[in-house]
């Protein structure tokens, strides 16, 4: 008799996979809600704007490949416990010392990178507690931690305002300490952990063409969320004359849409399928952001467009890795930390775009544009392999769907 969601799994493990990954994304992006504050100060251009806040999105995403190596070869929690301490001395380090020049702001997003790698542990460390027929709905509520954003979004701004932009590293310590400590607690690696690998059989991996797929996918729907979570205090102050505060606070209504709706997007590839489910995400991801590429004249249009656009995105992420276990699953912590790589180089590709955008042509509809184009090639894609995939090894699956 196949068990429920919730008597199946170990639900503390999930609990602090959550909090780990929901601390941990918070100050991934921290540098995007705090960007017109620190390019006030330090007369950034828009391309340095754009640079500073996706430089830790390119950091993370490299560090995804080594957090997946090691997930895979020392657990999942001791890499979260590893990659946790250094996240926090290095915003220690940060807050101690000051940061005063653009190039200071690249060093620390590359040390905020390893909070950004929090995916390739969170995800794994509860993945392998959970059944194929329940992979979306673990998933989904594990990366909702992404939902961390959220808080950067709502209090950076407004920390950065009383103490000055510096201090907020110093006082994103607090959070990040107490939730390690729940962590260090509740967190337990399944006993169904793989066998470790010598470091030559993760090529094996990318030498399987679905794995590209799954990149490319995950490219669009978390790159499209990352990069859009850490440009949109700049675009909502740049088109709207916002302060820092309130445009951080319409950043986290969009933001908080896409966190909210990830494990949703996992359950709903859980009952229709991620491959049904995805197609309707980048069809509806392509319109939107075009859409958006026009500049919409009136603040609450284009609010609205946002949420929507990062709903829609949200959804996505949890309807990739509702597919990602089920293909990969004895792989599934270096295919995390690759999936994952991909989506971060999507993030710093739409960030980076979209601020050279606006410096070279006046206006960044240019990067909103070619990001919709990339939803459509994911949509070609995922077509072209459906088919495919459906006949082989998701007709292997007993009680999921694809």
Same mark, same amino acid.
């Given at each position: 008799?196949?068990?429920?969601?919730?008597?199946?799994?170990?639900?503390?493990?999930?609990?602090?996979?959550?909090?780990?990954?929901?601390?941990?994304?918070?100050?991934?992006?921290?540098?995007?809600?705090?960007?017109?504050? *620190?390019?006030?100060?330090?007369?950034?251009?828009?391309?340095?704007? %754009?640079?500073?806040?996706?430089?830790?999105?390119?950091?993370?995403?490299?560090?995804?490949?080594?957090?997946?190596?090691?997930?895979?070869?020392?657990?999942?929690?001791?890499?979260? $416990?590893?990659?946790?301490? *250094?996240?926090?001395?290095?915003?220690?380090?940060?807050?101690?010392?000051?940061?005063?020049?653009?190039? %200071?702001?690249?060093?620390?997003?590359?040390?905020?990178?390893?909070?950004?790698? @929090?995916?390739?542990?969170?995800?794994?460390?509860?993945?392998?507690?959970?059944?194929?027929?329940?992979?979306?709905?673990?998933?989904?509520?594990?990366?909702?931690?992404?939902?961390?954003?959220?808080?950067?979004?709502?209090?950076?701004?407004?920390?950065?305002?009383?103490?000055?932009?510096?201090?907020?590293?110093?006082?994103?310590?607090?959070?990040?300490?107490?939730?390690?400590?729940?962590?260090?607690?509740?967190?337990?690696?399944?006993?169904?952990?793989?066998?470790?690998?010598?470091?030559?059989?993760?090529?094996?991996?990318?030498?399987?063409?679905?794995?590209?797929?799954?990149?490319?996918?995950?490219?669009?729907?978390?790159?499209?969320?990352?990069?859009? @979570?850490?440009?949109?205090? *700049?675009?909502?102050?740049?088109?709207?004359?916002?302060?820092?505060?309130?445009?951080?606070?319409?950043?986290?209504?969009?933001?908080?849409?896409? @966190?909210?709706?990830?494990?949703? %997007?996992?359950?709903?590839?859980?009952?229709?399928?991620?491959?049904?489910?995805?197609?309707?995400?980048?069809?509806?991801?392509?319109?939107?952001?075009?859409?958006?590429?026009?500049?919409?004249?009136?603040?609450?249009?284009?609010?609205?467009?946002?949420?929507?656009?990062?709903?829609?995105?949200?959804?996505?992420?949890?309807?990739?890795?509702?597919?990602?276990?089920?293909?990969?699953?004895?792989?599934?912590?270096?295919?995390?930390?690759?999936?994952?790589?991909?989506?971060?180089?999507?993030?710093?590709?739409?960030?980076?775009?979209?601020?050279?955008?606006?410096?070279?042509?006046?206006? @960044?509809?240019?990067?909103?544009?070619?990001?919709? %184009?990339?939803?459509?090639?994911?949509?070609?894609?995922?077509?072209?392999?459906?088919?495919?995939?459906? $006949?082989?090894?998701?007709?292997?699956?007993?009680?999921?769907?694809?």
């Amino acid at each position: 008799m196949t068990k429920s969601f919730w008597q199946s799994g170990h639900r503390p493990t999930l609990l602090a996979a959550f909090l780990y990954f929901d601390v941990s994304f918070m100050v991934w992006v921290m540098l995007g809600p705090l960007a017109p504050i *620190i390019s006030g100060e330090l007369g950034l251009d828009p391309a340095q704007k %754009g640079l500073m806040v996706a430089v830790p999105t390119l950091a993370g995403a490299v560090l995804r490949i080594v957090n997946g190596l090691l997930v895979d070869s020392i657990g999942p929690k001791k890499t979260g $416990t590893l990659n946790q301490l *250094i996240v926090i001395v290095g915003l220690l380090i940060g807050w101690w010392f000051g940061i005063d020049s653009f190039a %200071g702001t690249l060093v620390l997003g590359v040390l905020l990178g390893f909070a950004g790698a @929090s995916f390739a542990v969170a995800l794994p460390l509860a993945s392998r507690w959970y059944p194929p027929e329940h992979q979306g709905k673990a998933m989904g509520l594990a990366g909702m931690g992404n939902s961390g954003t959220v808080l950067a979004a709502l209090f950076a701004p407004g920390l950065a305002k009383l103490f000055g932009w510096n201090a907020v590293l110093g006082l994103a310590v607090i959070p990040l300490a107490a939730i390690f400590v729940v962590y260090l607690v509740l967190a337990k690696d399944s006993p169904d952990q793989p066998a470790p690998k010598p470091l030559a059989a993760y090529g094996e991996v990318l030498k399987d063409k679905d794995a590209w797929w799954f990149m490319l996918f995950y490219g669009v729907t978390f790159g499209g969320f990352v990069g859009l @979570s850490n440009s949109l205090s *700049i675009w909502f102050t740049d088109n709207f004359g916002l302060s820092p505060v309130i445009a951080g606070y319409c950043t986290a209504a969009c933001v908080f849409t896409g @966190s909210l709706v990830r494990p949703f %997007g996992g359950a709903l590839a859980d009952r229709f399928g991620g491959i049904r489910t995805l197609t309707v995400v980048y069809i509806v991801a392509a319109i939107v952001l075009a859409v958006i590429s026009t500049h919409p004249a009136t603040l609450p249009l284009a609010l609205a467009l946002f949420v929507v656009v990062m709903g829609t995105l949200g959804i996505g992420n949890g309807a990739v890795f509702q597919l990602v276990p089920q293909r990969f699953r004895n792989e599934i912590g270096v295919m995390t930390g690759l999936v994952g790589f991909a989506g971060g180089v999507g993030g710093f590709y739409l960030a980076s775009s979209l601020g050279f955008a606006q410096k070279l042509t006046g206006s @960044s509809s240019a990067g909103f544009l070619i990001f919709a %184009g990339l939803s459509l090639v994911a949509l070609a894609g995922l077509t072209a392999v459906k088919g495919r995939w459906r $006949t082989t090894w998701g007709a292997a699956l007993q009680g999921a769907r694809i």
